[in-house]
């Protein structure tokens, strides 16, 4: 995670490759970085909303199935 200037709060995901010359010797790093915010966001989304079903589904006593 990282904070920004403004306050907020990205999830960040990052890849690099380390560069080295013919003796071994790291000479560069090339990286980028992900922005994952969106997709953690998301997920936390998805995490409560079944968390929300499944008190619904244990308080009203009710079953739950599938149709195929």
Do not use: P
């Not at 560069?19 to 090339?30: C, F, I, Q, S």
């Not at 409560?48 to 619904?56: D, I, Q, V, Y």
Request: proline share 0%.
């Amino acid at each position: 995670r990282i904070l920004r200037a403004d306050g907020t709060v990205r999830h960040i995901r990052s890849n690099r490759v380390f560069v080295e010359d013919a003796a071994g010797r790291t000479v560069k790093v090339v990286g980028v970085l992900f922005d994952e915010t969106e997709a953690v966001m998301a997920q936390r989304a998805l995490a409560a909303s079944e968390a929300r079903f499944r008190l619904a589904v244990d308080v009203a006593e009710l079953g739950v199935f599938e149709r195929r």
